[in-house]
């Protein structure tokens, strides 16, 4: 029970990248980018492919999260320069790196079994057990890319770039470019998520071209369950809430699998917490009047 709740916290870590992407591009760009399930499994194809071919595993995570950071490019141009709506322009990025996938595997899936990973290589540089090397690894790369956003968006761009999500209009009346704050925004948002999918790709020891499927929602989860419970009243709280509810909803999930719910049933239980939790304000106010 002890290594179950190890490694789901583990998991919970590994996956707040992804949840600080989707974080970035919904709640600071106020934008509904779905270019998530595309650049998810987009970072785990180049990082799989780039260790089959015997590169660097922690070069392949960089190298994921270029191609991450490329497809933020995308959408946002589609979005700012041709006037695409957010949500259709994600769509078409994520439909059209369903093909860039396969291009770059070869195939819909590479095995990552008996090669190095950033895992095994780290539990062999520091002589620590595997479970221990995969809750050392997403802990590190989560504290370096929390570190960064923290102090990013502290900076005058990263300032601008939250105003822009916030009030667009009144940025663009201060002659800031809003177009370019929110390209800049989608590519670093995606870039997190690329990383996220060249580390998950590792450490399930696997990449595969529907990987990406029902990430958007594994996100969204992520970030709502930690608002709900931690409140969202600075941007570090913000941060803090996006990490505690990924780890929440991977807790969840690990007990009601142990509970013996069936595996198949995961997405709809996950849609199921996302609708809770978005209903919980509402339902909070009518208990609170009709008391």
């Not at 769509?91 to 990552?112: D, E, F, R």
């Not at 995969?134 to 105003?163: H, K, N, Q």
């Not at 969840?252 to 917490?273: C, E, Q, R, S």
Request: with cysteine; proline share 3%.
């Amino acid at each position: 029970m002890a290594d179950l709740a190890f490694s789901t916290v583990a998991q919970g870590l590994m996956w707040s990248i992804l949840a600080i992407g989707v974080f970035l591009s919904f709640r600071v760009l106020d934008v509904p980018d779905m270019t998530c399930e595309g650049s998810f499994p987009l970072g785990g194809a180049i990082a799989a492919s780039m260790i089959a071919a015997g590169a660097s595993p922690w070069l392949a995570i960089a190298a994921g999260a270029f191609g991450g950071l490329l497809a933020g490019i995308v959408t946002g141009i589609l979005y700012t320069k041709l006037k695409i709506p957010a949500i259709l322009a994600g769509i078409l990025t994520m439909i059209a790196l369903y093909s860039v996938n396969l291009h770059v595997m070869g195939k819909a899936n590479i095995s990552l079994l008996r090669v190095d990973t950033i895992f095994s290589t780290t539990a062999s540089l520091l002589h620590v057990s595997n479970s221990v090397a995969a809750f050392l690894v997403p802990a590190v790369l989560l504290f370096l890319c929390s570190a960064f956003i923290y102090w990013f968006f502290g900076t005058e761009l990263g300032m601008c770039i939250r105003a822009t999500g916030y009030n667009t209009q009144m940025v663009r009346a201060q002659g800031v470019n809003t177009d370019t704050m929110i390209i800049i925004g989608l590519f670093i948002s995606n870039a997190l998520i690329g990383l996220c999918g060249a580390v998950v790709a590792q450490n399930n020891g696997f990449a595969d071209v529907g990987m990406g499927i029902g990430t958007i929602i594994i996100g969204l989860a992520s970030v709502i369950i930690g608002e709900v419970i931690l409140g969202v009243d600075s941007f570090s709280a913000s941060l803090a809430a996006v990490i505690l509810g990924s780890v929440i909803y991977r807790v969840v999930i690990a007990v009601v699998l142990y509970m013996g719910m069936p595996p198949n049933d995961l997405k709809l239980f996950t849609a199921i917490i996302v609708v809770l939790a978005l209903a919980a304000p509402m339902i909070k106010g009518k208990v609170n009047v009709g008391k």
